[in-house]
């Protein structure tokens, strides 16, 4: 059995409260929701932070919900409960792509949102999801809160523009008419991490894309959210030529490193193709 | 079905005797094993491949409270352990004394009150190393400059370990020469693990005041270890009892001793408490006894109309930095001399070269009987590179070469004596299942949509339950096994066997081997197997051993008891022995069957106050040792259907087919259970399994998301057929089967990918075939369709 080495544990009872441990232990202290990123890496004693601090009673933070022409997700949301709310499979059906896809049950019974972004890990998928949609994330610290986007949301791999006394506290998806999305993801084996992932959000006006989203996972030193392919493709009418040109654009955009889901070379493709499926899938939807 | 109102007196289909506790979390391995007074073990590791040990400091981790030893090699050396023989003639560093020579390497073992005290305390010491260039690729072993791995063996000068060679290397150069058609294939079958669900481990108890040892122990072979525990450490035998209680996997991974059974022993003696140790799954999967690891060239030589005459493998061996591979000691490279497999052909050679490497050491026969494996993968992919080069159908290439069945037995090219077959039948109602001509028609139309569909065939015949005992040992205990059963006055029985199961299900098996034979319900015998202090003598389970051998002394011994029963039985019936008919559980007097005896009343008859002839003992019981006069030949035929995604290199099995004859079936459903399990275990090797090293020797597969094994989402549902040839020359006529589809699939599924690939011009792709290799064999090569 992997053990961890010794550390001090707090369970936090409100955001308040969470934070003022956080403020109080300093920047040895790891905020624990799923755990399911943070305990193996303590029992494989490649993390050893001096203090947990439990937000799992946080239950102020578990919700998915419409306000404002958002749909707003708690960090604490379960993967479970992504995939089960109805509400999101309905406006962001992205998100039910990228989940079922998304480890084991097992992991999202118990990994958030919040931790899956807070994490930036390159490969993860909620991340390249998160930057398709264009989301907004609100960040919260004991002087108030401020609102991140997704584009400046990671800072490289495993580092995020949350500060060691702050909390991310919810995730915002920006809801229009007209929308479509999907998420592709070539995986070694089931629950295995993307060997590269994409996803797209588009947003449909007379027959043309009026607005899109594209996020890639596992290509990068954190999700890229694939600029040029989105410039090329707003404003114009689908079809498998924008496709390809898109799809090009982010292949070459993106820089994937060799390891043993892949070299670079078929990384780079995957990028490509799986970016043109996504938006086959996509505007297929959103014109459904 | 068997159901409680219809026991079963025999072979047939019964839900196993052991699931009840497992199913109920009742089941009681190595680590549920929790004695008073217990301390935890942790062993230090080395985090370089090749280096030299400079110093060893200890002291810090002394001065944590709750560490109660620490040792190193110093301290093994001077009890004269610090090295251990390996099951292969060679030694293994049991704590490492002057240099490491693989990542992972067992360096210094701390004892301590809690187990997270004793990791703890492993960051405490202080390691000096000096880095040596390490030798990662078998094939630059050999190298002139290639650093010499073993110094610790006296005027070693290279990384040589053995070369060895069978069939007849003149006769098969003459075919190859006069050939029509040659086809060589360079092939890797990779380094994988058994990955078995329990890790290993152990739990040393010594009794000073007894001076006794009990080890339970994560053990395949619990006899062998008391018997090596004995003649190693000099501890009286009859003073160790090794148990070995439920068993989570072993898959050969059980099989050896590693250094830290030896390091709990050794601290139980030295702090006078039990030692509890047991590995991590990156232990396991680092430092435990890994499985092939062959770099082969295959070459096959045939007529034009496809008649397949010769065949010679060259074999690279990296059997890692200690040579610890597991096969009977006449035979380096265990059986790989089946690499004939299925077919009649004029002339066969092998050469097998085994090299050191700085990795883990090991090539244990996982889930196979000692390079079985690595041979029926060899030829089973060279008949389809045949196939390919022909232009033949690889299923009607195989049918046209197969051993007829009035060939057997069939003395092969390598030696072997196959003991049975009838191969035909078995390939053709695999076809048949998988409606294979039909199949090829959709795999057309498929083609001209631009889909890449690919069948793939393979037929493999094992040689599995080794001995005879004059041909096979293992460091000098002949491969034979034991049992002894014990009727008691009620008829219920008891039998001890000197094997262990880890899943395949013994308890149930060998009560119905039992049931067959006396004729009582098999719920009515109790299997007691796993400790060595119960049951008799014998060489373990692995290399589907447990049936052929095992299997066998079960029969036998029943058999005496059924004579003996006989005996007795014309006592209570004033008759004659020579006059008493057997029919099932019950000895009746020729031409008058009222009178008889059961089984039961027998045994009443033989502990109560019957008159006894002369010369017979009371009481109902025998025992025996059973030497197998040859291995057994189960065979089969598979067919696999895959579906490749031409824009990702994605493998989908869609369907598999398997065929196997194992001879007589005593419980199919668990034959069945045998099957699927090692099915599945085929699509991870063929498709995800590989431990793979860096340049510097640092292992990149430690933990289950780096080493990936298949879930049910990546194996379809399985669909079996079943032909039965009985074994001539054993007593029921099983052959044993755990082994075969971790044999047979992998060939089958590489070669169904390799066959959708067939557009693209790929004749061969390594495993493991992930997305990535598939997508690159794809490359800079005929493009598909359209």
Known sequence: ?288 | MATAEQPVLGYGRMKRKEDPRFVRGKGRYVDDVSLPGMLHGAVLRSPLAHARILSIDTSAALQHPKVHAVITGRDLEAQKLAWAPTLSADVQAVLALDKVCFQGQEVAFVVADDHYSARDALELIDVEYEPLPAVVDPRKALDPDAPVIREDIEGKSDNHIFDWEAGDRDATDAVFERAEVVVAQDMIYPRIHPAPMETCGCVADFDAVEGKLTLWCTTQAPHAHRTLYALVAGLPEHKIRVISPDIGGGFGNKVGIYPGYVCSVVTSIVTGRPVKWMEDRTENLTSTAFARDYVMRGEIAATRDGKIQAVRVRVLADHGAFNATAQPSKYPAGFFHIFTGSYDLEAAHCRVTGVYTNKAPGGVAYRCSFRVTEAAYAIERMVDVLADELGVDPAELRMRNLIRPEQFPYRSKTGWVYDSGDYEPALRMALEMAGYDRLREEQGERRERGELMGIGVSFFTETVGAGPRRDMDIVGLGMADGADLRVHPTGKAVLGISVQTQGQGHETTFAQIVAEELGIPAEDVQVVHGDTDETPFGLGTYGSRSTPVSGAAAAVVARKVREKARLIAAAMLEASPADLEWEKGRWYVKGDPEQGKTIQEIAMGAHGTVELPEGVEGGLEAQTVYNPSNLTFPFGAYVCVVDVDPGTGQVKVRRFVAVDDCGTRINPMIVEGQIHGGLAEGVGIALMELIAFDEDGNCLNGSFMDYLIPTAKEVPNFELGATVTPSPHHPIGAKGVGESPTVGSPPAIVNAVIDALEPFGVRHVDMPLTPARVWAAMQGHTEPPA
């Open chain 1, 1 to 288: 059995m992997q053990v961890p080495a010794p550390f001090d544990y707090e369970r936090a009872t409100s955001v308040e409260h969470a934070l003022s441990l956080l403020e109080r232990l300093g920047p040895e202290a790891r905020l624990i929701a799923g755990g399911h990123s943070l305990l193996p890496m303590m029992k494989l004693r490649l993390a050893a932070p001096e203090h947990l601090v439990d937000i799992n009673d946080l239950h102020e933070l578990d919700y998915i919900r419409e306000e404002a022409g958002e749909l707003r997700i708690g960090a604490l949301a379960r993967h479970r409960e992504l995939l089960e709310s109805e509400l999101l499979g309905r406006r962001f059906p992205i998100f039910h792509d990228a989940e079922r896809v998304i480890a084991d049950p097992l992991v999202r019974n118990r990994g958030t949102i919040g931790g899956a972004l807070c994490q930036a890990d390159p490969s993860e998928d909620l991340s390249a999801a998160c930057a398709a949609a264009h989301a907004r994330l609100v960040i919260r610290g004991l002087g108030g809160e401020r609102v991140v986007e997704m584009a400046d949301f990671h800072r490289g791999p495993y580092e995020t523009a949350v500060g060691p006394s702050e909390i991310l506290a919810e995730i915002r998806l920006p809801l229009r008419e007209a929308a479509g999305s999907a998420y592709e993801k070539v995986e070694r084996r089931t629950g295995d991490w993307a060997v590269a992932a994409a996803g797209v959000c588009v947003w449909m006006s007379d027959g043309a894309i009026a607005d899109v989203g594209v996020g890639l996972a596992a290509v990068g030193s954190s999700a890229v959210h694939c600029a040029r392919a989105e410039e090329v493709l707003r404003g114009e009418r689908p079809s498998e030529e924008l496709f390809d040109a898109a799809a090009d654009l982010a292949a070459a955009d993106c820089s994937p490193a060799a390891d043993q889901r892949g070299p670079v070379e078929y990384k780079r493709h995957l990028a490509g193709e799986l970016t043109r499926r996504a938006l086959r899938r996509a505007v297929a939807r959103a014109l459904g």
